[in-house]
């Protein structure tokens, strides 16, 4: 939904993690094992933000 939430991600070989919370106090983590690329990425952060949506 595209709102303001703060977060921090990173990657080491064959797993990326992303989290991020809201001023409200919503909180997700995504973890995925994986090889990370940009597409890869791009799912973890579209998910951190329907997490957050919802």
């Given at each position: 939904?595209?709102?303001?939430?703060?977060?921090?991600?990173?990657?080491?070989?064959?797993?990326?993690?992303?989290?991020?919370?809201?001023?409200?106090?919503?909180?997700?983590?995504v973890t995925v094992t994986t090889i990370?690329?940009?597409?890869?990425?791009?799912?973890?952060?579209?998910?951190?933000?329907?997490?957050?949506?919802?």
């Amino acid at each position: 939904c595209g709102g303001l939430a703060w977060g921090h991600g990173g990657t080491i070989p064959g797993y990326q993690t992303f989290g991020g919370t809201t001023d409200d106090g919503r909180a997700v983590n995504v973890t995925v094992t994986t090889i990370a690329d940009d597409d890869t990425t791009q799912h973890v952060d579209q998910a951190v933000d329907e997490a957050l949506c919802h």
